[in-house]
């Protein structure tokens, strides 16, 4: 049986806070706002993972009203959620992402978010995708005041 996940995830982007995806530092004039430390992308591969799995998502398994979350590391987040995932009798396949931002250009960190990515997942690196669009000057995300990324993924039970 194989079942395919859905996550989507957007944060303010402001001054003095890293930018993180995928569990890497990108280097960047402005980082995530957010209760976590603000993964974007590891926000949406939860939400995709715990989808397909119909294991609940990020906000029902480490919710902000929990003074536990302030400040999570995500990549803690994803190891939690995807032992969920495993526990359930599920194994990723493989996983698809975009990143949606002005700046900075996210091509020349794709195989470094990549590789930290399936690192986290503990699968090949060419099971994990990852790409860079802008959102062409529209709304908040072309206007620079948010990232926001998509993740799909595919599991299969083992
Ligand atoms: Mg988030």
Not at 63 to 84: G, I, M, N, Y
Request: charged share 25%.
């Amino acid at each position: 049986m194989i079942r395919i996940g859905l996550g989507r995830d957007i944060h303010r982007l402001v001054c003095e806070r890293p930018l993180l995806l995928g569990g890497i530092v990108v280097p960047a004039d402005k980082g995530e706002d957010g209760y976590s430390d603000g993964d974007v992308l590891i926000h949406a591969v939860i939400d995709a993972l715990l989808g397909a799995a119909g294991r609940g998502d990020i906000g029902e398994l480490f919710p902000p009203s929990d003074p536990a979350w302030k400040d999570a590391c995500s990549q803690e987040l994803l190891r939690r959620s995807f032992e969920q995932v495993k526990k359930a009798g599920y194994a990723l396949v493989n996983l698809d992402c975009v990143v949606s931002c002005e700046l900075p250009k996210i091509a020349p960190y794709r195989k470094a978010i990549r590789a930290s990515l399936a690192a986290l997942l503990a699968v090949d690196i060419e099971a994990v995708f990852v790409k860079g669009k802008t959102n062409e000057g529209c709304d908040s995300v072309g206007a620079g005041e948010a990232i926001e990324a998509l993740a799909v993924c595919l599991l299969e039970r083992v």
